[in-house]
């Protein structure tokens, strides 16, 4: 204590210091020691510590914040029209795949089936008519083979007849010239000989109408062949074409009935009970959750080492950091938003300033992870890609790099 009195003393040389004054002075210059002391060692502590994460880790990962949830929506649109007679779901509800979601009245569905139902039917019996057609036509073919070969024995006797009355009224008149023969004779003979020839001529014409009624008979099976050639009743063209009808009156009947596409959440509803709706028309939407992936958009200054296959650590806004996804990259955009952005930007200008371009880069979340901790489309996430995973693929610049 003296001699700290002593220094104080040279110091202040116009003061008296007593040993009571100098001992709080030299705990003060003590503490401002330590406390400098402190300071220098946790600035290099904290400059280390950042080399450290900077050199080791921060070299090795690139993150964003401009990244958010998407999927692929499910739009549920109506493949008939028709009067919308129920509907059993509503906004945020929860649907599996294959649940219904509305009915629309069946009304003419029904008709249609039941029209179509008939016209099977009747396609159907035509064809068997036609089979029946072909199988009846060999037996009247051979009738008409009867007709013929009898008309032809007729011919025959008619064309003896005939030669027989010729050659009697050739002698009666021969006769008659002679005057042996009475003029009474010589006209019955004249007329049994107009008789014959009449006979033969109708026995021609009966033979020529049995050879056609053949020719059409083979006709008619021939055309019939044709028609039921290689196949059968149930593989009939018109039985087919019929079926089709059918299935196509059946199918639109099923799709009165609209159910849901995958499993998921309803969004977007625009229908309501009497609504008159057409094929095409967007009635609502399913989001499913559980395949929502993230596009995280980057820098292109930082996706030089970026690749498919990398593995990504992603924190939502919506859980904090209690909750750490885990994904990895699927793959990259073909280009950068501007680029396929409504109005493009028009770069050859005159003023033009260089703005530094995102691509996204969709990110596949683990399924466990999404089914424990769901999330919505359109979250924001924060996304921090790990480089130092070896990826199974080459990365993005690599691969934009290749002539």
Known sequence: MNMHAAVDSKELP?????????????????????????????????????????????????????????????????????????????????????????????????LALAAALADRGRAERQVRQLFATVESMASVIDGRSADIASAE??????????????????????????????K?????????????????????????????????????????????????????????????????ARLNLERSIIRAPVTGIIAQRNVEVGERVQPGQRLMAVVPIERIYVNANFKEGQLSGVAPGQAVHLVSDLYGNEVVYNGRVIGFSGGSGSAFAAIPAQNA?????????????????????????????GLSMH??????ATPESTPVAAVEARP
Not at 44 to 66: H, I, K, P, Q
Not at 164 to 174: C, F, G, H, V
Not at 212 to 238: F, K, M, Q, W, Y
């Open 14 to 110: 116009d003061e008296t210091v007593t040993p009571n004054a100098a001992e709080p002075t030299g705990k003060k210059h003590r503490i401002r020691k330590r406390l400098l002391l402190l300071l220098v060692g946790v600035t290099a502590l904290a400059g280390g510590g950042w080399w450290t994460y900077e050199t080791y880790f921060a070299a090795n990962v690139v993150a964003t914040e401009n990244a958010y949830t998407a999927v692929e929506i499910a739009q549920v649109t109506p493949l008939v029209g028709g009067p919308v007679a129920e509907v059993l779901v509503v906004e945020t509800q929860a649907v599996t795949a294959g649940q219904i979601l509305l009915r629309l009245d069946d009304t003419d569905a029904q």
């Open 153 to 182: 024995a007729d011919v025959v006797r008619a064309r003896a007849d005939l030669e027989k009355a010729e050659l009697d009224a050739s002698r009666r008149r021969q006769l008659a010239a002679s005057g042996a023969a009475s």
């Open 184 to 248: 009474e004779t010589l006209s019955n003979a004249e007329t049994a000989l107009k008789i014959a020839r009449a006979s033969l001529q109708q026995a021609t014409a009966r033979l020529e109408a049995a050879r056609a009624a053949r020719v059409a008979a083979i006709g008619t099976r021939e055309a019939s062949a044709v028609l039921i050639a290689e196949t059968d009743v149930e593989n009939h063209p018109e039985v087919r074409a019929a079926q089709v009808r059918l299935d196509q």
């Open 349 to 377: 200008t005159g003023n033009w300033i260089k703005v530094v371009q995102r691509l996204p880069v969709r990110i596949e979340l683990d399924p466990a992870q999404l089914r424990a901790h769901p999330l919505r489309v």
């Open 383 to 388: 996304v921090t890609v790990d480089l130092a």
